[in-house]
């Protein structure tokens, strides 16, 4: 599988297995060049909310191109992606709350 299919395989298929509370938001996949290597990045948008988290996918392509499962790398994508919102919005709680 090749970066533009890895990519069109999110683009169509990450909503399946994010929490219903996802399904509005728009998905992008970004590249950048990070230490002279490209390097894919998701974000996710929606209108009204700030500051996504941004989350290299370069470690799931690796494993698709080995040959993995793409619906578990999929599965990944979406708990990892999940659990980043958790943790960012969790600290942002505690500053406020200070």
Do not use: W
């Amino acid at each position: 599988m090749n970066r533009a299919e890895f990519y069109q395989m999110i683009g169509t298929g990450i909503r399946r297995y994010l929490p219903m509370g996802y399904q509005e938001y728009q998905v992008h996949i970004k590249e950048a060049e990070i230490s002279g290597e490209k390097n894919a990045l998701l974000v996710m948008e929606k209108e009204g909310i700030k500051n996504m988290p941004v989350m290299s996918l370069e470690t799931y392509l690796d494993r698709v191109k080995g040959g993995e499962d793409e619906k578990a790398v999929l599965i990944d994508i979406a708990v990892d992606y999940t659990r980043m919102v958790s943790i960012q919005r969790r600290s942002q709680h505690r500053q406020m709350a200070r």
